[in-house]
């Protein structure tokens, strides 16, 4: 038997495809790392950096840098912009504004664009960071209010709440979803949070060096981080934010039913990983 035919007996095709995306990816990861270090070579973050995931947002995305403060107290806040691939001028305009930008050569998903601006704000001396979305739905002069519980010392892990506070939308499906699955959310983790899936989050850095290691969803991401908190016993709490319309373009998560099942997928994958769901049956 020739070789090759010998080999195709006893090769996983699969497994060998998921080295190849793993390894791809990798690359795509530290191509943005060396594209960051270029545009910044001795880059010192303040304690408080405010991280935008942003996707072809050129058309949103200055307006919600314009609107960033530079100061909360007498923190000093960065802006971190992470440019997740795209064929606009997001990149652009991040760096016009001033900005520190990294940009992701390919499109990866909101998730591992975060990731990556995790570890940036750590290994650059933030002490907290919070993350608000390129498209206008979150008001950045509400930061100094998302902060309060990590600067009083009463929380790790602050999440927005649409429901405390106002929402601005009109969807009546999306809004029984974010209902659902916070109710969803806490039977599970034991939280009493009203907005589980919003994007408008502080964090201690600690924390996030904690969870960072064990975070793996690249796109729909919002559950995965709180249950791995809530699993570690950081402490979460939730303020009151106004959720604006997007100022322009479409979601890009997808339709309603979509992004459903895609939250339901992630809070269930999730759940199994961290073991909650043995440790209560138990
Ligand atoms: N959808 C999507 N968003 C990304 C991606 N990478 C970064 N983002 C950013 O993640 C933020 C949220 O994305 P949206 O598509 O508005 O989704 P959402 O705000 O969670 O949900 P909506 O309520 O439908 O707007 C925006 O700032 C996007 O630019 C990506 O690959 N896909
Ligand atoms: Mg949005």
């Given at each position: 038997?020739?070789?090759?035919?010998?080999?195709?007996?006893?090769?996983?095709?699969?497994?060998?495809?998921?080295?190849?995306?793993?390894?791809?990816?990798?690359?795509?990861?530290?191509?943005?790392?060396?594209?960051?270090?270029?545009?910044?070579?001795?880059?010192?973050?303040?304690?408080?950096?405010?991280?935008?995931?942003?996707?072809?947002?050129?058309?949103?995305?200055?307006?919600?840098?314009?609107?960033?403060?530079?100061?909360?107290?007498?923190?000093?806040?960065?802006?971190?912009?992470?440019?997740?691939g795209?064929?606009?001028?997001?990149?652009?305009?991040?760096?016009?504004?001033?900005?520190?930008?990294c940009?992701?050569?390919?499109?990866?998903?909101?998730?591992?664009?975060?990731?990556?601006?995790?570890?940036?704000?750590?290994?650059?001396?933030?002490?907290f960071?919070?993350?608000?979305?390129?498209?206008?739905?979150?008001?950045?002069?509400?930061?100094?209010?998302?902060?309060?519980?990590?600067?009083?010392?009463?929380?790790?892990?602050?999440?927005?709440?649409?429901?405390?506070?106002?929402d601005?939308?009109?969807?009546?499906?999306?809004?029984?979803?974010?209902q659902?699955y916070?109710?969803?959310?806490?039977?599970?983790?034991?939280?009493?949070?009203?907005?589980?899936?919003?994007g408008?989050?502080?964090?201690?850095?600690?924390?996030?060096?904690?969870?960072?290691?064990?975070?793996?969803?690249?796109q729909?991401?919002?559950?995965?981080?709180?249950?791995?908190?809530?699993?570690?016993?950081?402490?979460?709490?939730?303020?009151?934010?106004?959720?604006?319309?997007?100022?322009?373009?479409?979601?890009?998560?997808?339709?309603?039913?979509?992004?459903?099942?895609?939250?339901?997928?992630?809070?269930?994958?999730?759940w199994?990983?961290?073991?909650?769901?043995?440790?209560?049956?138990?």
């Amino acid at each position: 038997m020739a070789p090759t035919q010998r080999h195709r007996w006893f090769t996983l095709p699969d497994s060998r495809e998921r080295r190849r995306s793993q390894a791809l990816r990798h690359l795509v990861l530290e191509m943005a790392r060396s594209d960051f270090e270029e545009r910044h070579p001795d880059a010192r973050f303040g304690p408080v950096v405010a991280l935008v995931a942003a996707y072809e947002e050129g058309r949103n995305i200055g307006a919600v840098l314009k609107a960033m403060p530079t100061l909360i107290g007498d923190l000093e806040v960065s802006a971190l912009v992470v440019v997740d691939g795209g064929d606009d001028d997001t990149a652009r305009i991040a760096t016009d504004a001033g900005v520190f930008t990294c940009v992701l050569p390919v499109n990866l998903g909101q998730g591992a664009a975060l990731r990556l601006g995790y570890e940036l704000a750590s290994e650059h001396g933030a002490r907290f960071v919070v993350t608000l979305d390129a498209d206008g739905q979150n008001d950045p002069t509400e930061m100094p209010t998302m902060l309060q519980p990590l600067l009083d010392g009463s929380a790790d892990f602050v999440i927005a709440s649409r429901r405390l506070g106002v929402d601005q939308t009109t969807d009546r499906f999306r809004r029984a979803g974010v209902q659902l699955y916070a109710w969803v959310l806490n039977a599970i983790v034991s939280q009493q949070l009203s907005d589980s899936s919003n994007g408008y989050r502080a964090f201690r850095t600690e924390l996030l060096d904690d969870i960072g290691p064990h975070l793996t969803q690249d796109q729909y991401q919002t559950a995965e981080v709180v249950i791995t908190a809530a699993s570690r016993g950081w402490r979460i709490t939730q303020q009151p934010t106004v959720w604006h319309p997007r100022a322009s373009g479409a979601s890009k998560k997808g339709g309603n039913l979509f992004f459903g099942m895609q939250y339901a997928r992630v809070i269930l994958t999730t759940w199994y990983r961290v073991g909650l769901g043995s440790r209560r049956r138990a």
